[in-house]
């Protein structure tokens, strides 16, 4: 794996704040094999930094931000915290929450009162404190109403302030913008930058998770893109455009675009898992190739934009076009690179002969491409046909392929692979489906 | 570009709610004090004839009067009874749920056995209670008195703590994770977080209980135990002794009162709890529709009121937030994962230990009780299990085939509902036991009149739930899939088909559920009655368990209670669960 550690940009610093050391984490199996979800990963987290992790939906990232700040138990490794391991203890951070995660009977002071009730700050002491902080993100007099009165943007306003009452070392955030307008979000981005830079508050470092690329490269000193299955660092670039950033700017847009460059062209085959042996009567030795969780319905879209485009697209431009972020349009664009109707090479996307006849084809033909390179291009998908042919009803219980993939999957993830790969399935008229009995029927052409 | 320029882009969030001008609050405020320093006066008083009744010596026969002047003391130690029981009801399903919630070992014994416990009706823990309590305080009042509540108690907790439980396992993961983050010790995460989520989940199951409570008020305050006679004095043995002795006029006063007495709770209380409760919500975003009540709002303008709170419960819980707190962050910062230390270990192996002795001891005594029955008895229950399952299930279709149109037409009629469901609300909240002897004085004069009657008391106990939850299904319908029903020209069979019964099956499966294990809980009522001085039965399941702990038969008493429980618990595994399933998966109406 990758773990490509800017140990060079960082000889001035002195000493981390927050440091895991080969920090993983896996699940074991019934059998006694385990399933790794995050791979060994070395990170150090240095004051006076703004560090942006970036992935896509389901890479581990909230899993991994989660164990570095105590909320959930690595199984190797550890998290250091000033050069003292951390077990059990919380170290003093707080999580700004997607979701905002505010106590909705409480008010907005009482919300961020609550983190200093809990240091057992009496109430005059911590009433001082919780004011002065509202004041500073801008919630002066709106002490006394409940969050539901509130917008989203206001909200989040006070996650934040709750988050720094209590003057933690490094602040987290999980994706704390996503779930605001792209207007309110660039207010609060803005906001949180104008405290941080004028050293408002008392935090010594940040740590974003993010899926928005601009997002990361308009607030970040360091990039960290994490890899998928298992998590693992990916690429890890230093930002050194001073701020105020213009996200229109030649810089800005080099380094959207190489971000680009390596979300969609990763330099190893990630995707891959190595092949175990399976029991007598198996289906052959295959690579379990992890499928992109979408339905095949965008398919066409995204690649009848390509004809019109002449067949060759900037994605960064094209995500810009369709106000798309990352987390929408790339698990399409995988799906098709995935099928072969398209590849990808420096940030751009290219259309092949294939996903040309696709685009231009009517709706049975459109079926009969799909099909026929579902068959050629998805292990998984071909297993499963091989598998029902194989038995004399051309039936089977979806019971049998979640068995097959939980030896490569966790749970959750080998039932959202098996959903996805029912979904295109039925698509490309391989199968029939009966959600209520959970069987599986080959199509007879 | 820069931010600041955006900032106007954010919506304005609606201003802070406007404080009450502070004229009205002293001139209204005045009158209001009177009232509340009023109402704390015969509290104190009401102390005092309490404590007066239950610390006098034991008076197990009470001689029950049939003067209507009586009522209103009767009343009053019948209210005080239930406000107590529920009270113990209310913490011992906190604490119950929160156990059950907070440790998988323990989660795997309490949940199934809060089912079972759900399925015993109150008469089977009768002896058991009140052999105990008198054994307790052989002299005192009080034995018989808390005998009374316990039994109140017994048939109203367990709904409330599998509510409680099921609300902590669905606190939010984000908001379980701040808490986790910032530290909140135990205390502050029961109080601001766990207890907060799961308020609505307990108002509305208390209201449940407490009718529950209501409804075997009078097997609870007058009974028989083999050759002892219990009689406390209270609405419910009023009522009872009103209906044995065949006196219709004192009958009619004490339903009135009894209703009287409800309505009045209804309005004093549970309507203000749930306009409180309200704040508990968990939503986003404020919804339009906000309940409302006018006694809320006057007490929240009271100035007593608001001193009290100001001066004296919020620095208390103020300090108590604050030791808990402080001891637990010093617990904290001395480090270290902790470990349960070996004298906890060993505490927990004792109990452990101790209860599976109790549990031993327990069978052991059970089944020398249950061998002492011969096969016919076991025929004989076997018999009575069947007639009750018949007369339960008849019960439950004929509740369901009124109240399914009936809801039907009030959740389609957008201007009947809120009266409708008033006078439906109304109605419900009578007690179907306090009906019962006036049913039987119509009723017994017909041949099977007492079938007849059984079955109705059955129906009157239940039927509300399904037709709250039918109001409640029919309402939830999308307009659009009533719209598309009215565009492909839907006769009303395909109506019914399509459209009525898959929107409310989800709705109509909880409201069965209930109702199934009211019915069963009711036939020990329904099937077996003290009237004009002699006892009308009806071979049942009910009518065992009434005449086994009458006459102190406890070896019929075990094995009937047995019968009874699993019938419940498996109905509720092999048929409820289920539906239940089906309904949550492919009925269920998303958005």
């Not at chain 1, 298992?230 to 050194?240: E, G, K, L, M, R």
């Not at chain 1, 092949?275 to 009848?304: D, I, N, Q, W």
């Not at chain 2, 049913?439 to 509300?464: K, P, S």
């Not at chain 2, 009237?531 to 038969?553: E, H």
């Amino acid at each position: 794996m990758s773990t490509a550690n800017t140990n060079t940009a960082l000889d001035a610093t002195p000493e981390p704040i927050i440091e895991a050391r080969q920090l993983e984490k896996h699940y074991p199996q019934a059998d006694g094999s385990r399933i790794q979800v995050i791979a060994p990963i070395n990170l150090a987290i240095y004051p006076g930094q703004i560090i942006a992790l970036l992935g896509a939906s389901g890479c581990g990232k909230s899993t991994l931000m989660r164990m570095l700040t105590g909320l959930s138990p690595a199984t190797g490794g550890s998290v250091y915290w000033h050069g003292q391991p951390v077990n059990g203890k919380f170290p003093n951070v707080s999580i700004v929450f997607q979701s905002f995660a505010l106590f909705p009977w409480l008010t907005v002071i009482e919300n961020v009162e609550a983190p200093l009730e809990a240091r057992g700050i009496p109430p005059i002491e911590r009433h001082k404190r919780a004011l002065r902080i509202l004041d500073a993100v801008g919630l002066d007099g709106f002490e006394s109403a409940y969050p539901k009165e509130l917008s989203g943007g206001m909200k989040q306003r006070v996650g934040v302030a709750r988050a720094l009452v209590v003057e933690p070392e490094v602040l987290f955030m999980d994706e704390p913008f996503s779930a605001l307008d792209v207007l309110t979000a660039e207010t609060l981005r803005g906001e949180l930058l104008e405290l941080w830079l004028d050293h408002k508050i008392p935090t010594r470092a940040m740590f974003i998770v993010t899926h928005n690329i601009e997002e990361a490269v308009v607030l970040a000193d360091r990039i960290i893109v994490l890899g998928r299955n298992p998590a693992h660092i990916h690429a890890d670039f230093t930002v050194s455009i001073p701020h105020p950033r213009d996200r229109k700017s030649a810089e800005c847009i080099e380094l959207v675009d190489s971000i680009y460059r390596v979300l969609t062209h990763p330099a190893h085959k990630d995707e891959t898992v190595p092949p175990r042996t399976y029991g007598p009567g198996a289906p052959p030795k295959s690579k379990v190739v992890m499928l992109p969780h979408t339905r095949p319905g965008g398919l066409a879209g995204l690649l009848e934009i390509l004809v019109d485009r002449g067949g060759r697209v900037d994605l960064h431009r094209l995500s810009e076009e369709l106000s798309l972020d990352l987390e929408s349009l790339l698990p399409t664009i995988d799906t098709a690179v995935l099928l072969r109707f398209l590849r990808t090479e420096e940030g751009d996307a290219i259309i092949t002969p294939d996903g040309y006849a696709f685009a231009q084809a009517d709706i049975q033909t459109r079926k009969a491409i799909f099909r026929k390179a579902a068959l050629a291009n998805v292990p998984l998908l071909r297993q499963m046909e091989q598998a029902l042919r194989a038995k004399s009803n051309r039936t089977l219980s979806e019971e049998f392929f979640r068995d097959l993939l939980d030896e490569h999957f966790s749970a959750e993830e080998s039932r959202r692979q098996l959903d996805t790969a029912i979904q295109w399935g039925r698509y490309a008229e391989i199968f029939d489906y009966d959600s209520q009995s959970g069987k599986l029927t080959l199509t007879e052409a | 570009m820069n931010a600041p320029a955006l900032r106007a882009a954010e919506p304005a969030p609606l201003p802070p709610p406007a404080k009450q001008p502070a004229g009205s609050r002293s001139s209204w405020g005045f009158l209001i004090d009177i009232v509340v320093f009023l109402f704390v006066f015969a509290a104190i008083f009401g102390l005092y004839a309490i404590g007066r009744a239950w610390l006098a010596p034991a008076r197990p026969e009470a001689q029950i009067s049939q003067d209507p002047r009586d009522l209103p003391l009767y009343a009053f130690y019948s209210l005080v009874r239930m406000a107590v029981a529920y009270a113990l009801s209310l913490v011992l399903a906190v604490a119950y749920g929160y156990i059950a919630a907070s440790s998988r070992r323990a989660e795997m014994i309490l949940i199934p056995l809060l089912d079972i416990l759900q399925s015993i009706p109150i008469l089977s823990f009768l002896p058991a209670i009140m052999l105990a309590m008198v054994a307790l305080f052989p002299h005192s009042q009080f034995g018989i008195e808390l005998g009374s509540i316990l039994l109140i108690f017994t048939g109203q907790t367990w709904n409330i703590a599998f509510s409680f439980y099921s609300s902590l396992k669905n606190v939010p993961r984000d908001l379980r994770e701040a808490a986790i983050i910032y530290r909140f010790s135990r205390w502050q995460r029961f109080a601001e977080l766990d207890l907060p989520f799961s308020t609505i989940g307990l108002v509305w199951n208390s209201m449940v209980s407490v009718a529950g409570g209501w409804f075997s008020l009078m097997a609870c305050e007058m009974f028989v135990l083999g050759n002892r006679d219990f009689r406390l004095p209270g609405l419910g043995s009023f009522l009872q002794t009103a209906a044995s002795n065949g006196n219709t006029r004192a009958i009619l006063w004490g339903v009135g009162a009894m209703i009287a007495l409800i309505v009045l709770l209804d309005q004093l209380i549970w309507r203000p709890v749930i306009v409180w409760a309200d704040k508990f919500k968990f939503e986003q975003v404020k919804s339009s529709a906000a309940a409302h009540s006018t006694l809320f709002h006057v007490l929240g303008r009271a100035s007593v009121v608001h001193r009290l709170y100001q001066r004296l419960i919020r620095p208390f819980f103020n300090w108590l937030t604050i030791t808990l707190t402080q001891r637990a962050f010093r617990a904290a910062e001395t480090f270290g994962a902790r470990k349960p230390g070996r004298a906890r270990t060993w505490i927990g192996f004792l109990l452990v230990a101790a209860i599976l002795v109790g549990l031993g001891f327990a069978v052991f005594h059970a089944a020398r009780e249950l061998s002492d029955l011969h096969r016919e008895d076991y025929i004989e229950l076997l018999r009575s299990a069947a007639l009750t399952f018949l007369r339960v299930n008849s019960a439950l279709l004929l509740g369901a085939l009124w109240t399914v149109p009936a809801g039907v037409a009030i959740g389609f009629h957008p201007r009947l509902a809120p009266f409708a469901q008033s006078v439906v609300q109304t109605a419900a909240s009578v007690p179907a036991t306090a009906l019962f002897p006036i049913l039987l004085l119509f009723l017994l004069r017909l041949r099977g009149g007492l079938e007849i009657a059984a079955m109705l008391l059955m129906l009157l106990g239940t039927q509300w739930y399904i037709l709250f939850n039918v109001i409640a299904g029919a309402t939830a319908i999308p307009t659009d899939l009533k719209e598309a029903a009215q565009v492909f020209r839907f006769g009303s069979w395909d109506r019914w088909r399509y459209l009525i019964l898959p929107g409310i099956f989800p709705y109509l499966v909880t409201g069965m559920v209930t109702a199934s294990g009211g019915a069963w809980n009711a036939s020990i009522f329904a099937e077996y009655f003290h009237f004009q001085g002699r006892i009308v039965s009806t071979a049942g399941l009910g009518s065992t368990i009434s005449g086994a702990s009458d006459t102190g038969r406890f070896d019929q008493l075990l094995a009937a209670t047995l019968i009874m429980a699993t019938i419940v618990v498996l109905i509720n595994r092999f048929l409820w669960r289920r539906l239940y399933r089906l309904a949550s998966s492919r009925f269920k109406l998303e958005a």
